[in-house]
């Protein structure tokens, strides 16, 4: 058995603020294996990007505090590692796109030169001129037109699309092992967005590279994910094939989160309620004060732990889904339908190809 590239068991990521101890992340447990696209997703709050920026420890500390867990990567212990290590880790073998491109590019610097160095941190070889033509070779493939000349442009130069995709080429220059990429292409035009998904496309197969995507977008989770782990509130609720939770959404919540994907269906509908406190989550599982199906197992004691939902790595949080219970509470009485009776792509024909 080969030990998978990220593996993350048990993570609780807590921000300590006068309101009380904020569970940002409350037991998280997820694998990334190399060449392999695992999306998070879940509702804004729910976790998500404070799980993506404990893997390298970028969360403020204070307030923030990884109070249990470990996190392996390639067989490290990551949460032993000196600051010195993980700035070594940072920008090298993990790269990160965040969700706000304004802190990831220096103002003083020309956008050539910050990824140069990016380049040459990885490869102590490359000489400047040939990191140069890399730099600008990775411009161009992040769709920066006229990458010969813009190389010499400093970030304010750019428009907000534009220091995104700077960002991508920078988190690439390194040729990372792992990408970690929140809301990568939210900000950017459909066009781009296509043409960025893509190039991380290409340099997943060309480097094997394994890839973290945080999105909201279902219709991106289509696209490139291998693997889907949905959140909420802290917890993971269902994870599995992406084929599988499309087809075959099981935890409540997944179902309730792919029924407000517009286009599916008919309603754009919203889940009822909001996310619980953070402060002070309820007790069982934490969406039972919006699930349907909630009955009084749910209500009581902890997350209920991951459940097979069947042969494969499908596996939810769900009392309905404990060895004897019924599934079809939630599932309907055929037990296999998938929400709404909707597809994940929309139509029929190519449902067998989620990618
Ligand atoms: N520095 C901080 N101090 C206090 N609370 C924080 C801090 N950073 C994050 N949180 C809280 O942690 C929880 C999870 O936030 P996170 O940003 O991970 O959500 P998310 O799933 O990424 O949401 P979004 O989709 O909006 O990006 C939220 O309740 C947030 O308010
Ligand atoms: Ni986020």
């Not at 990831?104 to 400047?128: C, F, M, S």
């Not at 935890?251 to 286009?263: D, N, Q, S, V, W």
């Amino acid at each position: 058995m080969t030990e998978p590239l990220l593996s993350i068991r048990n993570l609780k990521t807590h921000f300590h603020t006068d309101e009380g101890t904020v569970r940002a992340v409350d037991g998280v447990s997820l694998d990334v294996d190399r060449g392999e696209t695992v999306c998070v997703v879940g509702e804004s709050g729910s976790g998500k990007t404070v799980t993506a920026e404990s893997i390298t420890r970028l969360i403020p500390e204070p307030p923030g505090e990884i109070v249990d867990g470990t996190v392996r990567f390639d067989g490290e212990d990551v949460t032993a590692m000196s600051e010195k290590q993980l700035e070594a880790l940072r920008g090298g073998r993990i790269g990160h796109i965040f969700q706000n491109p304004q802190g990831a590019l220096n103002p003083v610097y020309t956008v050539g030169w910050q990824i140069r160095e990016a380049i040459q941190l990885h490869d102590k070889k490359a000489k400047d001129k040939e990191a140069r033509e890399r730099a600008i070779d990775l411009l161009d493939r992040v769709g920066i037109p006229d990458a010969t000349s813009r190389i010499d442009d400093y970030p304010h130069e750019f428009s907000g699309g534009m220091k995104q995709r700077i960002v991508i080429a920078m988190a690439l220059a390194s040729n990372p092992d792992l990408l970690i990429a929140d809301e990568p292409t939210t900000a950017l035009d459909v066009t781009i967005q296509m043409q960025i998904l893509r190039l991380l496309n290409q340099v997943q197969e060309e480097f094997n590279t394994g890839i973290v995507m945080i999105t909201h977008d279902l219709g991106v989770v289509a696209e490139v994910a291998d693997r889907v782990v949905v959140m909420y509130a802290g917890k993971v609720m269902e994870e599995g094939d992406v084929y599988e939770i499309f087809e075959n959404p099981s935890h409540p919540y997944t179902r309730a989160l792919l029924e407000c994907l517009p286009g599916r269906g008919e309603k754009m509908s919203a889940i009822g309620g909001s996310l619980p406190s953070t402060t002070s989550p309820p007790d069982g599982c934490r969406f039972h004060p919006r699930c349907p199906y909630a009955v009084g197992d749910c209500e009581i004691g902890e997350q209920p732990p991951m459940y097979a939902v069947d042969d494969g790595d499908h596996a939810v949080s769900c009392v309905h889904f404990e060895p004897g219970a019924d599934p079809s509470v939630v599932l309907g009485e055929d037990g296999s339908d998938a929400v709404g009776g909707a597809r994940a792509d929309g139509g029929d024909e190519t449902g067998g190809d989620a990618r």
